[in-house]
């Protein structure tokens, strides 16, 4: 089986073309395992649309998966992310998935199932290259420093009804180092994010709003980004712990449902 793979950009995100993923040899698994280690973001432009099972059968190369517990489930690990009219997107702006958990998810498979004809796209930002670019007095404070990550913030944000915020109560703030060390390569990496981030340990309200703001703000800076345009033969891996997201909200009336596989921390 011949692939092709494309940097997206030097360093971050890499897209890869000609692998049916149903007939993926244990080795090429590997290869795209150390893919999605290197460059954070791996894109597969496939050559067939695949099903629900196929995508989970893929998913279990990168690891063990996250069993599904709310109403929003397809199967036992599989969750539908649909937005339109009736529903607006809610996942646009920055973020690691649930970071408010003590240990967050080690990262995604996400699918396109139903893809707008344009708009939808997702940014992915690399927190290596964020906090590499950080100045040093910046890194030495907050290398001494914890913040606390809370899903009220978004489920406020979000207009939750009172079911999902009984259903999420379970969930209390969790604290994580400001930087934080990738579990593989060691490298710091920035571990803050504007939807689940609400304050800093040990500073009074005024500093931590006025540290957190810049630091998402320099999440924003294209340099860091890499944008990943959706079609329905689209998979996309990305390392949880090294990236944040957004998805583009900028379809509407138009529809767009997602299939999303989640690797367990």
Known sequence: ??????????????????????????????????????????????PRLICTNEQVAFARHFGPLEIVGDATRIDAEVVRVRHGPDSPPTENMWHADMSFRSAPPRGAVLRGVV??????????????????????????????????HDITKQLVR??????????????????????RKHPDSGAEVLFVNEAYTTRVIGLDEENSSALLSYLWRQVAIPEVQCRIRWTSATLVVWDNCLVQHYAVGDYLPHERVMERVTLAA
Not at 159 to 179: C, G, K, M, N, Y
């Open 1 to 46: 089986m011949s692939i092709t793979q494309r940097a997206i950009t030097p360093d971050f995100g890499v897209e890869v073309t000609g692998l049916d993923i149903g007939f993926a040899s244990p080795s090429v698994c590997r290869e795209l395992v150390d893919l999605v280690l290197r460059f954070g973001v791996l894109v597969l432009r496939l």
């Open 158 to 179: 979000a207009a939750s009804t009172p079911a999902e915020l009984d259903r999420f109560a379970q969930f209390q703030p969790a604290v994580h180092p400001i930087l």
């Open 115 to 148: 893809v707008p004809e344009t708009g939808g796209d997702t940014l992915f930002a690399d927190m290596r290259k964020v906090r590499n670019r950080l100045p040093k007095r910046v890194t030495d404070l907050c290398r001494d420093l914890s913040a606390e």
